[in-house]
Each structure stands twice: as C-alpha cells, then as structure tokens.
T-cell receptor, first 117, second 110 residues
Framework: EPEVTQTPSHQVTQMGQEVILRCVPI?????FYWYRQILGQKVEFLVS????????KSEIFDDQFSVERPDGSNFTLKIRSTKLEDSAMYFC???????????????FGQGTRLTVV | QKEVEQNSGPLSVPEGAIASLNCTYS??????FFWYRQYSGKSPELIMS??SNGDKEDGRFTAQLNKASQYVSLLIRDSQPSDSATYLC??????????WGAGTKLIIKP
C-alpha cells in the first residue's frame, strides 16, 4: 500500500541551527502539507503546497520556515535558526488532486520528532 | 478564531459496546469533516470523511454530520481493545485548511 515516508524519524539539533525535514509523498498525489504537533497538544497546520508553490500557510509558518520540492519525489521543510519551542512532531501529508479540493483526504507520514536543545 | 472542540476524555467503553465521539466546530462555512485515529506517539490515520448532512457508514464506523448544529460525531460499533486511541476531529475551513480538535482519548475495557 502506498504511503508517505519521512526522514529522519528523530532529529536532535542545537538551538540556532538549521534543520531540513524530508518527505516523500504518495506518488500520484499532488497536494502536500506540513503539520506539527507539540507534545500533548493539537495538530497544527503549517503549510500546503501545490503545483510547485505554497497554496496556503498558517500564522505559524513565518520567515523561519520554508518548503521546497527539490525534485520529482521529495518535499522538504526547512527550519532556520531553530528555537526551543520548535520541538515537536512534524508530519508530512499528501492528498490526491481532486476537482473539489475540499474533498481531498490527507494521508500522513509517520512523522519526524524534532528536539531542539 | 476558528475552533474545533472535542471532549478530551478519557471515554471508557466496555468491549463490544458502542463508542460515541463528538465534535463541534465554529466555522459555519466548513464543508468537509474528517475523523482520524492517533495511537500514542504515532501519526494520525484517516478513518472517515463526511461532506453532507446525515450518516455515512464504513464497517464498524458511522460518521454523522449536522451542519445546522455544527456538529459531527463518530460511532464505533462492537468496540475492540485495538480501538483504544485518541480520535481527532478535523474540519476543513473555507480557506481549505484543516482545523483540528484536541482529540478524545478512547479506552476500550476488555
């Protein structure tokens, strides 16, 4: 069964360093997303990406964050100058292209646990 | 501020009984509603989606939507211990962003 894969599963970084989280969406999906979940808290939307550009982003997704699709399969989230409060699980998700985007069902990868020390 | 509210639980249900999970949302323009299951330390797993008023059944799961009351629920029939997890309600708002509830922790007691 096709799945979204994320690497690494766990990343520890020092405060102020840059991290890149990697995702391989399901191959025939065209919408890509990043979410985060701070331990014990709600899942939070960060950004959606379609047709090689950001389609929506939340208030959380400020200049510290960027996304890229460097090739035909990978989708990355870069966090510059990490802060302690960036520690969270980061989930990548993807969904099929649909005539009605509101009916796009998102499938999640297993997540990257980012720990900033 | 768009909100999705769920009772955090835990909701304890005997094995074999029906578990009923509820969710309310604030954005009246929301069109799409999703239930995800999340085991501790794992990623959300899509269980059901529902887009129109009424019931939608898939195996042991039934999703119910009432847009007038801004209410969506999930029923799990013949509950199994493996159903023990946190159930997340997610609502797609008018900007096509998924807004998530905090989840209801469900415990199925053997």
């Amino acid at each position: 069964e096709p799945e979204v894969t994320q690497t690494p599963s766990h990343q520890v970084t020092q405060m102020g360093q840059e991290v890149i989280l990697r995702c391989v969406p399901i191959s025939n999906h065209l919408y890509f997303y990043w979410y985060r979940q701070i331990l014990g808290q709600k899942v939070e939307f960060l950004v959606s990406f379609y047709n090689n550009e950001i389609s929506e982003k939340s208030e959380i997704f400020d200049d510290q964050f960027s996304v890229e699709r460097p090739d035909g399969s990978n989708f990355t989230l870069k966090i510059r100058s990490t802060k302690l409060e960036d520690s969270a699980m980061y989930f990548c998700a993807s969904s099929e292209a649909s005539a009605d985007i509101s009916k796009s069902e998102a499938f999640f990868g297993q997540g990257t646990r980012l720990t900033v020390v | 501020q768009k909100e999705v509210e769920q009772n955090s639980g835990p909701l304890s249900v005997p094995e074999g009984a029906i578990a009923s999970l509820n969710c309310t949302y604030s954005d009246r323009g929301s069109q799409s509603f999703f239930w995800y299951r999340q085991y501790s330390g794992k990623s959300p797993e899509l269980i059901m989606s529902i887009y129109s008023n009424g019931d939608k059944e898939d195996g042991r799961f039934t999703a119910q939507l009432n847009k007038a009351s801004q209410y969506v629920s999930l029923l799990i029939r013949d509950s199994q211990p493996s159903d023990s997890a946190t159930y997340l309600c997610a609502v797609m708002d008018s900007n096509y962003q998924l807004i998530w509830g905090a989840g209801t922790k469900l415990i199925i007691k053997p």
